[in-house]
């Protein structure tokens, strides 16, 4: 079974707190919902308030939608020019050479999320915290309250990589492309278009199958579930090494942790469509299924 270094467990983190090279970040958000008859479908609310409230010592925080996303779209956590990350990612003292571990409260999404911007900008020493705040706490560790410290300021050099973000026409092409597989990661009722939707039309993108983000993390303790029962899943669902992955999901956030997922089992040929439903689903022009 394949694996790779991307998941750290708390044990491992307790471990290695005081390293000088260490980078922790909460990258909790949360999504309130939206008021009736709002353009918008939900509201973003920074985890901020919650990091201070309780954070694994020594951790800063980082603030998605805030700092890290495309302000110039209506859409929300879009990736956003490269610029702006390595100026945002140098603030936050990150370097080639920082061991960067992430986080996030009730969901691993926020930290995958990060996890698959930094690796789409060339960061090769990142891992997610598997059950992050959550797993801690039940485990008794020390927390931490109060404001970030902050890291030293750093220069980051991305070293962007091709082919991990695609758009609606890209999209759009690979539903004909016996070679590529889209893969949906909300839950089967907004898959099948049985319940509304916030993004606009209900219903899924034509072609593509389901894996819910949610299947692949363990409820109770918020771990990953095994590797075994991941690829269980996936292969379940047709989807195997020989073919090119396109996931999506509302926002390019749950799709993370399928993304993470595959990445563990081996899989190469991997990609987000960053825009998700929030797009798809408000353009007329674009197919969708239901059933």
Avoid at 38 to 45: A, F, K, L, R, T
Avoid at 58 to 85: C, H, I
Wanted: aromatic share 10%; with cysteine.
């Amino acid at each position: 079974m394949a694996g790779h270094n991307e998941l750290i467990t708390t044990a491992e983190l307790a471990d290695i707190l005081n390293q000088a090279d260490l980078r922790l970040f909460d990258c909790t958000t949360y999504l309130e919902p939206a008021p009736e008859g709002s353009s918008v479908p939900y509201i973003v609310v920074s985890g901020r308030q919650t990091f201070e409230a309780g954070h694994i010592p020594g951790a800063n925080f980082m603030d998605l939608q805030g700092e890290f996303s495309d302000a110039r779209t209506e859409l929300r956590f879009m990736m956003p020019q490269v610029a702006q990350l390595e100026a945002a990612f140098g603030r936050h003292g990150i370097s080639a050479n920082s061991r960067i571990v992430l986080y996030s409260i009730g969901t691993a999404m926020w930290a995958t999320r990060f996890w698959w911007m930094l690796r789409s900008l060339g960061a090769t020493n990142v891992a997610v915290l598997d059950g992050g705040i959550d797993k801690w706490t039940a485990e008794g560790r020390d927390i931490e309250t109060g404001l970030a410290g902050g890291y030293p300021h750093a220069t980051f050099h991305a070293r962007p990589r091709e082919g991990l973000f695609v758009g609606k026409h890209d999209v759009l092409a690979a539903t004909a492309e016996r070679d590529t597989v889209i893969v949906n990661a909300l839950g089967p009722q907004f898959y099948k278009g049985l319940e509304p939707s916030r993004y606009g039309r209900p219903g899924r993108i034509p072609g593509s199958v389901n894996v819910p983000a949610a299947t692949l993390i363990d409820p109770k303790s918020k771990t990953f579930v095994s590797l075994a029962d991941a690829e269980a899943k996936f292969a379940a669902q047709g989807i195997d090494r020989s073919k090119r992955v396109i996931a999506y999901c509302g926002g390019g956030i749950s799709a993370t942790i399928d993304l993470f997922q595959l990445h563990r089992l081996g899989f190469d040929n991997l990609t987000l469509y960053d825009a998700s439903m929030g797009e798809w689903a408000k353009d007329e022009k674009l197919p969708i299924e239901v059933g």
